[in-house]
């Protein structure tokens, strides 16, 4: 398995490990039996907010976006894609719920990782079992993060 990862960071609001999202990436990855060429973007609520208006529609902050680069058939193996992450979002709720910041950034990013993977969000049963997954992936990966129900 070979992938490639690359990681721009345009915000200000948390100091980004960039070994760190590459440790999860390919541990992601790896767990899934799947390759990628993906693009993680780190921005503030201003972009993220700006970015989902202008593709989905929705006019406020989210806390990650992905885009796959490919339509077809998923479950995919061979993902090409990008994934765009409030970190200020991020550092924010880590901050109110106590918990490190990393963790918070680990969730979205484990969340963008299995949309681009063929995981849907939009029904009850399959947000449980995307949760579920995202879940196992992090406690597998050490993290200690609330994953939402």
Do not use: C, W
């Not at 949309?115 to 997954?133: C, I, P, V």
């Amino acid at each position: 398995m070979s992938s490639k990862l690359e990681i721009i960071n345009l915000q200000k609001f948390h100091r980004v490990n960039k070994n760190k999202i590459k440790e999860l990436v390919q541990g992601v990855l790896k767990a899934e039996a799947a390759d990628a060429e993906i693009n993680v973007v780190l921005v503030d609520n201003k972009k993220i907010k700006e970015m989902n208006n202008a593709f989905l529609g929705h006019n406020y902050a989210t806390d990650v976006l992905s885009f796959a680069y490919e339509k077809g058939e998923k479950p995919k193996s061979n993902i090409t894609g990008e994934i765009v992450i409030s970190a200020e979002m991020a550092a924010r709720l880590a901050r109110k719920q106590g918990h490190a910041v990393e963790g918070e950034l680990a969730l979205y990013l484990t969340h963008g990782l299995l949309h681009l993977l063929g995981y849907n969000d939009k029904r009850k049963h399959e947000a449980k079992k995307m949760h579920q997954r995202e879940r196992v992936l992090l406690t597998n990966l050490g993290y200690n993060v609330t994953v939402p129900e």
